[in-house]
């Protein structure tokens, strides 16, 4: 099976837990990750936003709060259950317009090139069969100087810290996970093992400037396990 539909099967699975999922087994520090995130592009109320691999919508719903209210987030994502419920969401938002849901590959955006001035994804990347082309496609639609944000999982490098975290992310998180989710097909084991294989913090910063991103900063969070990279469009 490809890991293009691997993927999607698994978001497919769990997209109604998802969000729950996520807050209890980050101890809710998931929020102040993608507000973090969102703060962090310098975004301003006028900006056009991308968010690819936007899931329920989380991180277009914390750059949506950053933007005034006539501008929308617009979020991609390839899984029609996890947007599904970023629907819902929007539904019940006080500014609906906000946020715009597509049906969309992170792969083959449709979008002109220059368009976004900030484009962002959270917890996607990793997830993309192929992520040095998802960066390079996000950046082909952000402008000259537009900004690309990446949040996403990595490994803690405090020894004490990590072997306590690694306990946890690689074996409570998924027993906790499939548990609660009823998840058959180890959804939550394929996190660990996907985090492991992700590019380190340098490595990453690397790979965007290939990609043709400048001045690339990463700043770690809750020690180190997750990171946030900033990069400009050349
Ligand atoms: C872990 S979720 C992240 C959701 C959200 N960004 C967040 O911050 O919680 C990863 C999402 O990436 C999507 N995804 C993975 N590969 C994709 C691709 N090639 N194109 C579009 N979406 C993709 C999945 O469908 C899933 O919804």
Not at 21 to 48: G, M
Not at 215 to 232: E, L, Q, S
Request: charged share 25%; with cysteine; net charge positive.
């Amino acid at each position: 099976m490809s890991k293009e539909i691997y993927v999607r099967n698994i978001f497919s699975a769990i997209a109604r837990q998802y969000d729950f999922l996520n807050s209890l087994l980050s101890l809710r520090f998931d929020r102040s990750w993608r507000k973090f995130a969102a703060r962090v592009s310098e975004v301003t109320p006028k900006q056009r936003v991308l968010d690819v691999c936007t899931g329920t919508g989380e991180l277009a719903l914390a750059y949506a709060s950053e933007l005034d209210n006539r501008t929308s987030v617009i979020g991609t994502d390839f899984c029609f259950e996890m947007l599904a419920v970023a629907k819902q969401k929007v539904e019940k938002q006080k500014r609906p317009h906000a946020f715009l849901p597509i049906e969309a590959d992170t792969l083959k955006l449709p979008f002109s090139d220059d368009t976004f001035d900030v484009v962002s994804v959270g917890f996607g990347i990793r997830n993309v069969s192929d992520i040095e082309r998802g960066i390079r496609e996000m950046t082909r639609v952000a402008v000259k100087g537009g900004r690309v944000v990446i949040l996403e999982f990595n490994q803690p490098t405090a020894p004490m810290f990590r072997s306590l975290y690694l306990f946890y992310f690689k074996k409570v998180l998924p027993f906790i996970g499939n548990l609660i989710s009823k998840n058959q097909d180890d959804a939550y084991g394929y996190l660990p093992r996907s985090v492991m294989q992700f590019p380190d913090c340098i490595r990453l910063k690397n790979i965007m400037g290939a990609c043709g991103l400048q001045d690339v900063k990463f700043y770690r969070k809750t020690f180190g396990i997750v990171a946030i990279h900033v990069g400009k469009k050349k």
